[in-house]
């Protein structure tokens, strides 16, 4: 995942919540790269919730 991941929508947002929910849920550790990409997204979320929230 690219590191200046953007949220630019309502509905991006709402999709990259779901995806970091279910990678919370998952029954398997997740890998180093996919708590690097759960960070990236969780960073980009945040930036949306602060400028368009």
């Known amino acids: 995942m690219e590191k200046d991941f953007r949220i630019t929508s309502a ?3 709402e ?3 779901i995806a970091i929910f279910e990678m ?3 029954e398997e550790p ?3 790269k ?3 990409d759960m960070e990236i997204m969780m960073k980009a979320a945040e930036r949306y ?3 368009e929230l």
């Open 49 to 51: 919730e602060d400028e």
């Open 30 to 32: 997740l890998t180093s």
């Open 11 to 13: 509905r991006q947002y």
């Open 15 to 17: 999709d990259t919540m």
């Open 24 to 26: 919370q849920e998952q």
């Open 34 to 36: 996919e708590v690097a």
